[in-house]
């Protein structure tokens, strides 16, 4: 097993273009004739005179048509079962609830920290979709920083194959910045960014204003960080469509990937790999900002420790994020109940949670078939975006019942990215360097500011619109950004059109 993983993150990593003519169909899930018909469906459209077939069902069978409001990522899929649908009602309570300080008589809800970014899972997914930079006066609750050191010589991180567990946090603050503390304790930290009003000029004279952030902490509770320390802002991603990302066959993530761009068309997608926890194998990350997560359990569980300091059985640790340079974190009580279970958030809690989170639907698309969202997805088409946002995929036979064989429209190829220096955090995750990050999925986007109450894109937040955002895209989508701002102001609105769409 490990001969042949190697094998795998070899050829991955340094002929890329082999691995994809190698696994273009090549999927065991699959008979010849089902093998034919997926890659006709998913093959690149040319006609942009009409919809595609299916495309307002962008999750395919799980797809919702509920109101669109402000709840509208909060819907089960459309094809759970009752007894799925009981589930889904259980971990979704368990997402919304809010964990205490121990001790506590709420024996089952206690365990809080002692040091935290968030009380509750809803927090953090506010309405189940993307976080937001804080504003002035507001303290940072979906949004944070992870923080790591370059290893050291004595690299104490789990490797398989070359690949590493996690990063080497810094030896005072840990893997994040916790900018709340329980009761008697002081917080890590506040997070702080700084704009500056930046301007881009596009063909036709138009002038965009962009805001350039800078991160740094203030009130620093614990001393110094070390000098090495690299910081990254992230805020929380959508939860939508989780269930059926988690079930597109490697084989045809991988399919797309080209590190060293052997076909010469400016894109270099990389897959990132991790050390997934339950199986010690290794497995393609295709969760997270840089891919570091193979699962939604082992995300879920490192949620629940690093943000809300809640030990699970996949990630035991009552004191969460805290080192041993924290001593006054470590004396702290935890919710350790040995009567309920091995941990603060014992089976079933993390189990339930994870399902609920493979479950939740993707939105219905809307105005498919409206001319001006037709003519923005040829310009979508056009300028280069649909190489990275890769639009449509068919999940495995091999799921189970609610995301087997659905022919979906996440808009992503889940790989790493070079976006340049203006995206850059300098900050390495497993195999993403400093200036790489994961496509993230577009699918539900036009919707973001109705369930947020407000619109903010990319890693940090920091673009205010859909174009600001598009004129961020540097390193490998430089063409595509520069294609962008060459349109014409109708038809850049017939493009943004089509993503509203989504």
């Given at each position: 097993m490990q001969v042949r993983l190697t094998i795998l993150l070899a050829v991955t990593l340094m002929s890329g273009i082999v691995l994809a003519q190698d696994n273009i169909g090549v999927r065991s899930d699959l008979s010849a004739n089902d093998m034919a018909r997926v890659r006709a469906v998913t093959a690149p459209t040319t006609d942009f005179s009409k919809p595609e077939k299916f495309e307002n069902m962008q999750a395919g069978a799980a797809t919702t048509k509920k109101v669109v409001d402000a709840n509208v990522y909060s819907h089960f899929q459309a094809n759970l079962s009752f007894a799925q649908q009981a589930d889904f009602g259980v971990g979704d309570a368990l997402f919304r609830k809010l964990w205490i300080s121990a001790p506590s008589s709420t024996q089952a809800s206690d365990g809080l920290g002692p040091l935290f970014n968030s009380r509750a899972c809803q927090s953090c997914h506010v309405k189940d979709g993307r976080g937001h930079a804080p504003g002035p006066d507001e303290v940072a609750e979906s949004m944070f920083l992870r923080l790591s050191v370059p290893p050291g010589?004595?690299?104490?991180?789990?490797?398989?194959?070359?690949?590493?567990?996690?990063?080497?946090?810094?030896?005072?603050?840990?893997?994040?910045?916790?900018?709340?503390?329980?009761?008697?304790?002081?917080?890590?930290?506040?997070?702080?960014?700084?704009?500056?009003?930046?301007?881009?000029?596009?063909?036709?004279?138009?002038?965009?204003?962009?805001?350039?952030p800078h991160y740094s902490v203030s009130d620093l509770g614990y001393g110094p960080m070390a000098d090495t320390v690299m910081m990254s802002p992230r805020v929380a991603p959508p939860m939508i469509g989780l269930g059926l990302v988690e079930q597109i066959p490697a084989e045809d993530?991988?399919?797309?990937?080209?590190?060293?761009?052997?076909?010469?068309?400016?894109?270099?997608?990389?897959?990132?790999?991790?050390?997934?926890?339950?199986?010690?194998?290794?497995?393609?990350?295709?969760?997270?900002?840089?891919?570091?997560?193979?699962?939604?359990r082992s995300q879920a569980a490192a949620a629940f420790a690093g943000d809300i300091g809640i030990a699970t059985p996949l990630v035991n640790k009552p004191f969460g994020d805290c080192t041993s340079n924290q001593p006054a974190c470590l004396a702290m009580p935890t919710g350790e109940q040995k009567r309920l279970g091995l941990s603060e958030a014992p089976d079933p809690v993390l189990e339930m949670v994870t399902a609920y989170s493979q479950t939740l639907g993707v939105p219905e698309r809307r105005k498919v078939d409206d001319p001006q969202v037709l003519r923005g997805k040829q310009g979508f088409y056009e300028i280069?975006?649909?190489?990275?946002?890769?639009?449509?995929?068919?999940?495995?036979?091999?799921?189970?019942?609610?995301?087997?064989?659905?022919?979906?429209?996440?808009?992503?190829?889940?790989?790493?990215?070079?976006?340049?220096?203006?995206l850059a955090d300098h900050r390495p995750e497993g195999l993403a360097d400093g200036y790489e990050w994961r496509t993230p999925p577009l699918w539900g986007i036009g919707l973001n500011e109705t369930v947020a109450g407000q619109a903010q894109f990319l890693h940090d937040g920091r673009a205010r619109s859909l174009s600001e955002a598009i004129l961020w895209h540097g390193g490998e989508a430089q063409k595509a950004r520069d294609n962008f701002a060459k349109l014409s102001e109708s038809t850049r609105d017939d493009l943004i059109a089509f993503l509203e769409s989504l």
């Open positions: 010589e004595k690299d104490t991180r789990q490797s398989l194959d070359g690949v590493f567990a996690g990063e080497v946090g810094d030896p005072t603050y840990g893997t994040q910045l916790q900018n709340f503390a329980v009761g008697g304790l002081p917080a890590e930290g506040r997070m702080v960014i700084d704009y500056t009003e930046m301007t881009a000029t596009l063909g036709d004279g138009s002038v965009v204003s962009l805001r350039n993530i991988l399919a797309h990937a080209d590190p060293a761009d052997s076909d010469g068309d400016g894109i270099s997608g990389k897959a990132n790999y991790t050390i997934e926890p339950v199986s010690q194998t290794v497995m393609l990350g295709r969760f997270g900002w840089k891919a570091g997560m193979a699962t939604i280069g975006c649909a190489s990275c946002h890769v639009p449509k995929f068919v999940t495995s036979r091999d799921a189970d019942s609610a995301h087997k064989f659905q022919l979906i429209w996440p808009y992503s190829d889940f790989l790493l990215h070079d976006m340049g220096e203006g």
